[in-house]
């Protein structure tokens, strides 16, 4: 089993960058694929992006295509995502995740509660 913590969350300004890392520990983390998520308050969790277990493909929301950009260091057991152009709409709890059954591909179709490991989870606040 994998233990997932996300770390570099914190508050920025409309069009800033922030930089988010996973790091996991325990056995497993880069043999599958792992995905962000964010939950807003008042709103149900998201997904935002995926990865394969290479690295090699990625998947994203429409609404952070083409800002932020997935990635993973396997030998260090690390996840990242890097977050460029934040807008307000961007604040939320940030998660990372791994789910072990199914392709990175299929992760914006799973039901949240239906997924596998989740990471506490570390906030976002973009003012305007």
């Known amino acids: 089993q994998v233990q997932l913590e996300e770390t570099g969350g914190g508050l920025v300004r409309a069009g800033d960058s922030l930089r988010l890392t996973c790091a996991a520990t325990?056995?497993?983390?880069?043999?599958?694929?792992m995905g962000w998520f964010r939950q807003a308050p008042g709103k149900d969790r998201e997904f935002v992006g995926a990865?394969?277990?290479?690295?090699?493909?990625?998947y994203y929301s429409n609404s952070v295509k083409g800002r932020f950009t997935i990635s993973r260091d396997n030998p260090k057991k690390e996840l990242y995502l890097q977050m460029n152009s934040l807008q307000p709409d961007d604040t939320g709890v940030y998660y990372c995740?791994?789910?072990?059954?199914?392709?990175?591909?299929?992760?914006?179709?799973?039901?949240?509660?239906?997924?596998?490991?989740w990471g506490q989870g570390t906030q976002v606040t973009v003012s305007s």
């Open positions: 990865i394969s277990w290479s690295g090699g493909a990625t």
């Open positions: 995740a791994q789910d072990r059954l199914r392709r990175p591909d299929t992760f914006a179709t799973i039901p949240p509660a239906d997924f596998g490991t």
């Open positions: 325990g056995r497993g983390f880069s043999f599958y694929g």
